[in-house]
Structures are given as structure tokens and as C-alpha cells.
């Protein structure tokens, strides 16, 4: 069975530090691994989809990298601000059974960013 | 487009009502998830449809949950009668996967349903 681990599970760092955050996922055979971010009150955002096939994905400050055969996954914040504060979910895109696919949500990092 | 769309966006209710939760999907998106975020369980996947047909409903936690997607713009569900062990935040998500060969198609959010049974 699939697991996916976020560690630390909650963060806090001062304005314009860098920071990583880490998702480990148990089984390797997945087609993709998405990065979400998550306001209080709000969905899910997606930020970062990487490929099985891939080994990185960059959007402005954010930079994701993928490790299929360890089975970890970083998200890395460049220069983080008081509106990178919420929480970050990692989410690997599993096959399973015939035609379908399922998505296992980490359980989260809960980032915040003193300004 | 205003993106996925859910309603209401917070309901309380008493054990053994019963509730009705509605999603508008992105216009397009062939996928339509029911997610359920708790803090014990975090996200789980309680059903999903492709082009209005449920395809894997093994999430849905017992027969007191059902869903339904009479066509492309509109999905409900219902928790009928509710339980307090029923409170949790409910996410509508659809996605724009066209096939099967690349499941590569990022998932689109709804704001949830905050749901209080009491």
C-alpha cells in the first residue's frame, strides 16, 4: 500500500530564508508527483506536476525534484515571504487497476513565514 | 472560468439529517473527484467519475454516502443520515485528462464544503 510522508510537518522560518521541504512516498511506481499549496479555508492549489520520466520542474521561486528510485520528493522555496505561509501537500499519481488512476495525498507541511 | 465551483461552503446540520453537497466542474474537464480532508486521515478520495459514469467508488465509507453526476456540469453527494463522525471539509476536484496514455493533467479544486454534523 501506498504511503506518502511530509516531513517536518510544520515550519517556520523568517522572511527571505530559503527552505525545503520533503515528501517520501513508499512505493515507486507512480506516473506523477504534484505539488499543492493549501490556504486556510481554501482547495488546493496546484503548483508543481512533475513526470515519473522527470527529474525536476521550476515556476518562479518554487523548484520540485523527484527521486523515483528513493522515493523522495523536494520542494524547495527560494527566498520565501509572509504569502508563501500555508500548507504544502505533495500528492503521487498511482496506477491502479485497468484504466484508472489514483491520487495519494501527503499529509502536509504547514509553512509559515515570519516577516 | 471561474473554476470548480462547490456549494455551500458551509453547512451545519444534526445527526441524522440529511445533506447534499453540489459541485460545478471546469467546463471541459472529463474528471470529476470527491475528496474528504479531516486532520486525523488528511485527503482521501472518496469517489471519482469519467464523463458522468462513476469509475471507482471504493472510497465512499459506507452506504449512507452516495453520488451522482447527471451530466457534465453537475455532481452531487449525499450523506444520508448524517453522523458527526461525518464532519470534515468536502473537496470537489476535476481534471482535464483527455486518455489514458499520459495521466499527466494537473487536478483543479474547489474551495470545499466545511461540513458540521452536530
Known sequence: KQEVTQIP???????????????????SAIYNLQWFRQDPGKGLTS?????????????????????????????YIAASQPGDSATYLC???????????K????????????? | ?????????????EMGQEVTLRCKPISGHDYLFWYRQTMMRGLELLIYFNNNVPIDDSG??????SAKMPNASFSTLKIQPSEPRDSAVY??????????????EKLFFGSGTQLSVL
Open chain 1, 91 to 101: 500528492a503521487v499519481l498511482l496506477p491502479y487497476g485497468g484504466a484508472t488512476n
Open chain 2, 60 to 65: 465512499m465509507p459506507e452506504d449512507r454516502f
Open chain 1, 47 to 75: 503548483l508543481l506536476l512533475i513526470q515519473s520520466s522527470q527529474r525536476e520542474q521550476t515556476s518562479g521561486r518554487l523548484n520540485a525534484s523527484l527521486d523515483k528510485s528513493s522515493g523522495r520528493s523536494t520542494l
Open chain 2, 91 to 104: 473537496f470537489c476536484a476535476s481534471s482535464p485528462r483527455t486518455g489514458m496514455v499520459l495521466p499527466n
Open chain 2, 1 to 13: 472560468d471561474a473554476g470548480v465551483i462547490q456549494s455551500p461552503r458551509h453547512e451545519v446540520t
Open chain 1, 9 to 27: 510537518a510544520a515550519l517556520s522560518v523568517p522572511e527571505g530564508e530559503n527552505l525545503v521541504l520533503n515528501c517520501s512516498f513508499t512505493d
Open chain 1, 103 to 115: 491520487l495519494i495525498f501527503g499529509t502536509g507541511t504547514l509553512l509559515a513565514v515570519q516577516p
